[in-house]
């Protein structure tokens, strides 16, 4: 059993992917035969420290791949250019070559060394039981913690059957019916260790907000949204996206480790930790006071 992965690649020395992008693409050559890196942007800042890292790596920049210029010479982002053609590219490259399954992930994501043994096992079983996919699923880190996952998408693909499914926006699409199967939340607890981890949020305060003003806060997915970049507005976000989340007491492995002492005090990731173990302790404090209450009665 040959695995691929596909990873979209933005300019690595910016938007917070200049602090980890070598670890975490070191996590993927852990479970991978081949690493497909698809860039988006014209920027070669970081290819050759990623082509040493492993002979698996094939890093793939050309007009295919890039984002279109606008008229200031600026790159323009495509939220579907990543998780549309150019992963079709990469899907494409992997059938050539003979692989037999192919995981999508991301930069600011890495492979906990005990989920490789378990993610081949989900891999192995897709194809012995010739499903064209099969589940990934992904929990969280901030800073030096770590929480439950609950998060699993559709991003393992069979390439020994024919074509039926398509990579997309935390989806995949279904090649004749054009029906999407989207990503799914739930209490995945005990796929924990057969998770991969989103480290998305070790970056400083300006990389979120310039990231953001490049996506243009992603409106084309979220029409909803407004053109304005506000620190304020996304730490609120995210502290509530967070709270929504389960705290595990699992320790980091050494990828994990690494990635936090990477980090500094300023980083979006100890803010929002911060501010998820204050409001913690804050329900704690009430559920203690309720608790004497009614024994009180």
């Known amino acids: 059993m040959k695995i691929a992965i596909y990873c979209p690649l933005g300019p690595l020395d910016q938007f917070g992917y200049?602090?980890?992008?070598?670890?975490?693409?070191?996590?993927?050559?852990?479970?991978?035969?081949?690493?497909?890196?698809?860039?988006?942007?014209?920027?070669?800042?970081?290819?050759?420290?990623?082509s040493a890292l492993s002979d698996k790596i094939s890093l793939l920049s050309d007009e295919r791949t890039w984002f279109q210029?606008?008229?200031?010479?600026?790159?323009?982002?495509?939220?579907?250019?990543?998780?549309?053609?150019n992963a079709n590219i990469a899907v494409a490259q992997a059938r050539a070559e003979g692989l037999?399954?192919?995981?999508?992930?991301?930069?600011?994501?890495?492979?906990p060394a005990q989920a490789v043994s378990e993610i081949k096992v989900d891999c192995a079983d897709m194809?012995?039981?010739?499903?064209?996919?099969?589940?990934?699923?992904?929990?969280?880190?901030?800073?030096d913690r770590l929480f439950h996952t609950d998060v699993r998408l559709p991003?393992?693909?069979?390439l020994r059957l024919p074509p039926s499914f398509e990579f997309d926006i935390d989806s995949i699409k279904d090649e004749n019916t054009g029906a999407q199967l989207p990503m799914e939340f739930g209490d995945f607890r005990s796929r924990n260790r057969s998770a991969i981890v989103d480290a998305g949020m070790e970056l400083e305060i300006d990389d979120l907000v310039n990231v953001r003003k490049f996506?243009?806060?992603?409106?084309?997915?979220?029409?909803?949204?407004?053109?304005?970049?506000?620190?304020?507005?996304?730490?609120?976000?995210?502290?509530?996206?967070?709270?929504?989340?389960?705290?595990s007491n699992d320790s980091l492995d050494e990828l994990g480790k690494r990635l936090f002492q990477n980090t500094r005090e300023s980083f979006v990731s100890r803010v929002v930790l911060r501010e998820y173990m204050?409001?913690?302790?804050?329900?704690?404090?009430?559920?203690?006071?309720?608790?004497?209450?009614?024994?009180?009665?």
Request: one cysteine or more.
């Open 127 to 143: 194809l012995e039981e010739a499903r064209p996919y099969t589940w990934l699923y992904r929990r969280y880190q901030l800073a």
């Open 69 to 85: 210029v606008g008229d200031q010479g600026q790159e323009v982002f495509d939220a579907w250019k990543p998780c549309g053609p």
């Open 155 to 158: 991003w393992i693909l069979n």
């Open 215 to 247: 996506t243009r806060n992603y409106i084309e997915l979220r029409p909803y949204m407004t053109e304005t970049y506000n620190w304020e507005e996304y730490q609120s976000y995210y502290a509530e996206k967070f709270k929504a989340k389960s705290l």
């Open 100 to 111: 037999d399954c192919i995981i999508t992930m991301h930069v600011n994501q890495y492979v």
């Open 18 to 50: 200049q602090y980890n992008h070598k670890v975490t693409v070191e996590s993927f050559c852990s479970l991978a035969d081949r690493v497909y890196l698809v860039s988006t942007s014209r920027s070669a800042y970081g290819f050759a420290g990623l």
């Open 278 to 297: 204050r409001s913690r302790s804050i329900i704690e404090r009430l559920r203690k006071f309720w608790r004497k209450s009614f024994k009180g009665r």
